[in-house]
């Protein structure tokens, strides 16, 4: 029976142990060498190390395949128990990496000066901006993709928190020579004799621009898409009495945190110094010091009486 004292191990450093766990689990110093990145060569050598200085042998002499021997697998239970206390141990004294905001927006939508004041005010908080794709605005939100995001509505209010922000002028996207092209504004009825695209998917707009661009007519968009894809070859115009579209800022409900709360207010415009709330609250003039007394005015000397019957000489010229 063997007098080995696996306690020995405690000793042993962790890299040799992991080295020696990696064969004992492969049985196969080949494949081991090949996962830890090592030469065999240094593995073997690294084995016989661990061998002679725990005076036992963890592998069977000359077995094929490779076999632990009695030490050998007891000696695995306690290297396997050292490696994850080390590695528990590591964990614990790794200090949390600080909270983060995924903010997602939709094309057409411009965050940089958003973006721009979170990190002036939250330098050690990252925020993480995410373009998403109009059609899986709803999706990001509900499969925790971005933790908020500039949508544009409709969307389902059932589970969905939103602030309307601001309205999108509706502009008709129409070739550089076409006639509507020489108005300033176009009205619906304008439009009543040209062939009109659908721009239901805004996220094929690159495409539906394309097919203006080749066959006419003409495509209505938010005046931010046609922008964002601008072209030469066309011009837009906007349209009057008509329905705007509206971006809003929308997450899910009943996942207010501190971090997304502190943005909504710098969307909404809260000062740095307000406090928190629904609803952003106006800033409030500095409060006027009492303006210090002035000293009393000297009263000016009286005027020498000018003696009557005499004029005042003349100057030269």
Not at 11 to 27: M, P, Q, S
Not at 38 to 64: D, K, M, N
Not at 98 to 107: D, I, K, Q
Not at 294 to 311: D, E, L, M, N, S
Request: charged share 30%; aromatic share 4%.
């Amino acid at each position: 029976m063997s007098d080995f004292d696996v306690t020995a191990a405690d000793t042993i450093d962790l890299d040799r142990l992991r080295r020696f766990v990696a064969v004992a689990e492969e049985l196969h110093f080949a494949r081991a060498a090949k996962a830890l990145r090592i030469p065999r060569q240094a593995l073997s050598a690294t084995v016989i190390e661990l061998e002679e200085e725990l005076g036992t042998r963890v592998f069977v002499p000359g077995a094929s395949p490779t076999q632990l021997s009695d030490d050998g697998t007891a000696l695995l239970v306690r290297a396997r128990d050292l490696i994850r206390a080390q590695e528990q141990a590591e964990r614990e004294q790794k200090p949390d990496a600080p909270a983060s905001l995924r903010v997602g927006f939709v094309p057409g939508v411009t965050v940089s000066k958003w973006a721009r004041i979170w990190g002036d005010r939250l330098p050690d908080h990252p925020l993480e901006v995410v373009g998403v794709a109009q059609g899986e605005q709803e999706s990001a939100l509900r499969e925790g993709r971005v933790d908020v995001c500039f949508v544009r509505l409709p969307i389902d209010r059932s589970a969905t928190n939103a602030i309307p922000l601001w309205q999108e002028t509706p502009v008709a996207v129409v070739q550089k020579d076409d006639a509507l092209s020489l108005l300033d504004a176009i009205s619906p009825a304008d439009l009543a004799d040209e062939t009109i695209q659908d721009t239901a998917d805004l996220d094929q707009a690159v495409d539906i621009l394309a097919m203006v661009a080749a066959v006419g007519g003409a495509a209505i968009m938010p005046q931010s898409i046609a922008r964002l894809h601008h072209r030469r070859d066309l011009v837009y115009r906007p349209i009057l009495d008509t329905e705007f579209t509206e971006i809003a800022l929308a997450w899910p409900a009943g996942t207010d945190t501190d971090l997304l709360e502190e943005f909504v207010g710098i969307v909404r415009g809260r000062s740095a110094n307000s406090s928190r709330g629904g609803v952003a609250e106006p800033e409030k003039a500095p409060a006027r010091k009492p303006a210090a007394k002035k000293p009393a005015a000297k009263k000016p000397a009286p005027k020498k009486p000018v003696a009557r019957g005499r004029k005042p000489a003349r100057r030269g010229r």
